[in-house]
């Protein structure tokens, strides 16, 4: 849970899925393989937690997403808000 969280977090400020997956897989799986997880899971957990990292606000995708085409970025964070919980 804790690696997902810090995906969430580093991904909402990095604002790139792939950099936060490979950041974290760096940092949490040396740690999750300390308490003997398996190897599979925990890859596949940063791997899956390293993508919601976008959705969660005020992510840097959000945020161009919201500019570019001068949609409302209160609906834009308030439509993500879900997703990334």
């Not at 300390?34 to 005020?58: E, M």
Request: charged fraction near 10%; include cysteine; aromatic fraction near 2%.
């Amino acid at each position: 849970m804790s690696a997902a969280g810090a995906c969430a977090g580093f991904g909402a400020i990095c604002g790139s899925s792939l950099a936060t997956a490979t950041t974290l897989s760096q940092v949490a799986l040396p740690e999750l393989e300390r308490p003997h997880y398996d190897k599979r899971l925990a890859a596949g957990t940063v791997a899956a937690a390293g993508t919601l990292g976008i959705l969660n606000p005020p992510s840097v995708p959000l945020i161009i997403s919201a500019v570019l085409p001068q949609a409302s970025l209160a609906k834009l964070v308030l439509a993500a808000l879900v997703p990334g919980l």
